[in-house]
């Protein structure tokens, strides 16, 4: 008798079989354990101790008297997996493997279908953005899902980071919310991608930041003007799974704020003075419970939690600051209360160092530079101080932000002395050391990830050496830009006739001057004009002489210093280990560069998701070499080079353009990347 062989089914057309059956059993009430996010335990404590909007009619509008308002998330089509990080999920008891494999996992993960148990909602804040008062925000794209109890084995550690024992967490880009304003609420496959990737790079490099446990795309579409020149695309909807202990912000406490005196505007819960005190409390008992418990009196207590907020805000943008990672967008709407790195938007790291490095395009003014975060911080943390009055007198707040500089400056030097290998002994020199070495990478323009990474190969004095300073000066110089780069970095956004007429603006007529620009660009404009004048009476050999002595001086006085470290060691050997091993440990190999997030997205918009999985890998442990990890693979480009400025003809199409591994310094056509 003849047997008729079963006919397979392809994998996506079995997936959606399975996926179509378990939905129809749920809709017909048939109980089965499905998928592992179905036994995620909720307990939304904050829906319960802050006000929740009654109002649930859909569409955009001012919430008065609460903080979180219900909202149904928009389903996409098709939804799917483009990676997920094991460690962040594991942080709810989840397996990566597992939900990567769960039919489910995409609907749930993306909002397309809502978990037992969560609550959907959208958080309801304000924000100083840019420096101005903007009245009401709140969650535009971000979806609350609800607050996941932390697995009973987890580590001391996370229960110290996180005294809660709850998780929230949000998907983002789960569609319009009533605070998407005239925005549709929806992320594509760009920003989902580098918001992902950033999360975990950040929380790998040891410094405290909101997790991202997914990323999800879908065959929605959304129409985006990426450049703003009007030539609109469509673009795949996708969505982050993001997850903290809480994503209450400084913002969330200018909802009570009055009317603004410069911009008119207030916040939607103003005269709630009540509420204040609500989210303080909320806040207080929940995240410090150490200061609930130490303190009697509501004053006291709330001054000891704005310290404490202060503290964690300057050990935050100190560790920025030592990886040359730039936020922005610091608006105070995007500065947690727990003191984490919150919002990853049009963040960057700095390739070769400079001060005024801004990460944002449409950052026009340089308010969120680089070497303005610290300063920026510290006007976040007085807005902040602001919003809790009276609950914080004001005499008492302005006392505890006194302490931020040397707190911050405490933090940095400390962390800059690791990077440097100065652990023995701390010098009163040694601010001037580090000063000297950034002037002197500002000025060679090296790049800020490898000088660092580099300064672990020039050895401590001793006797006998020869060529050591020369072997020095030859490794660094190979971070060091050329001048045809120099040029092009240095050379002037504005051009001269236009620059005449702002001077000339600002000496006959002030208050026109400052509607149209300010004296800190117009002083950036002109340090650029006289850098390009330099650089233009010199030749390619004569900058490279010149950088030389600059890095020749410098590591003559670095070493010196290292002589010092070893002076009455009676073991050499074991304070060289130690200080390799530290360096090392705090001077990553790699960072998320701008084109290594644009290869993973490039490759990832053509339907290849390996390489958002394989450069996640590398960010996971960015202090040690991963070869066979960091030759990216290509993306419709030739094989991977070590040349790191490998050229782009400006008719070469990004298929044509050549990659080059992660760890080297970024190839040419990295500076034509724009991200705002």
Known sequence: MAYLRPRLLQPNILRAVVVARLIAMDSMGVSMSRSPLDHLEFDNVVLRRLPLDSSEEPGVRMVKGACFSKMKPTPVTKPRFVAVSNKALSLLGLNGEEVMSDPLGPEYLSGSKVMPGSEPAAHCYCGHQFGSFAGQLGDGAACYLGEVKAPTDQSAELRHENPSGRWEIQVKGAGKTPFSRQADGRKVLRSSIREFLCSEAIFALGIPTTRAGSVVTSDSKVIRDINYDGNAIHERCSMVLRIAPTFLRFGSF?????????????????????????????????????????????????????????????????????????????????????????????????????????????????????????????????????????????????????????????????TMRKKLGLLRKEEPEDETLITTLLQTMQNTGADFSNTFRCLGEIPCPSEGEQGVVGEATDLLLEQCTSLEELRVAN???????????????????????????????????????????????????????????????????????????????????????????????????????????????????????????????????PFSAQPSEEQPASVGAEQAVSDPQGAVSSTAAAASRKVVCYHNRPPAWATAISVS
Not at 348 to 359: A, T
Not at 381 to 405: H, Q
Not at 497 to 515: C, D
Not at 560 to 572: D, F, M, P, T, Y
């Open 254 to 414: 200018e909802i009570f704020k009055q009317a603004d005196e410069n911009s008119g505007r207030q916040g939607p819960s103003y005269g709630h003075d009540k509420i204040r005190g609500q989210m303080l409390d909320y806040v207080i008992e929940t995240f410090y419970p150490e200061i609930q418990q130490n303190h009697s009196d509501r004053v006291e207590r709330n001054v000891a939690f704005f310290r404490e907020v202060v503290l964690r805000t300057a050990r935050l943008v100190s560790q920025w600051q030592c990886v040359g990672f730039c936020h922005g967008v610091l608006n105070t709407d995007n500065m947690s209360i727990l003191g984490l790195t919150l919002d990853y938007g049009p963040y960057g790291f700095m390739d070769r160092f400079d001060p005024d490095f801004i990460c944002n395009a449409s950052d026009n003014s340089g308010r969120y530079t680089y070497q303005a975060q610290p300063a920026i911080c510290r006007w976040n943390l007085g807005k902040l101080a602001e919003a809790l009055a009276p609950e914080l007198p004001a005499g008492r707040a302005k006392a505890v932000l006194e302490e931020y500089m040397d707190l911050y400056n405490g933090f940095y030097l400390a």
């Open 491 to 621: 050379k002037p956004t504005m051009e001269p006739r236009e620059l005449a007429m702002l001077l000339s603006m600002a000496q006959s007529n002030p208050a026109l001057f400052q509607m149209i620009s300010d004296r800190k660009t117009i002083g950036r404009q002109l340090e650029k004009l006289n850098k390009t004048q330099e650089l233009a009476e010199v030749n390619q050999e004569e900058l490279r002489g010149q950088q030389a002595q600059e890095w020749t001086d410098w590591i003559t006085s670095y070493r010196k210093r290292l002589a010092r470290e070893l002076e009455g060691q009676s073991n050499v050997q074991e304070v060289l280990a130690d200080r390799l091993r530290v360096m090392n440990s705090t001077n990553p190999r790699v960072v998320l560069r701008n084109y290594i997030a644009q290869n993973a997205i490039e490759a990832a918009e053509n339907g290849d998701f390996s390489e958002v999985q394989r450069v996640l890998k590398v960010l996971e442990d």
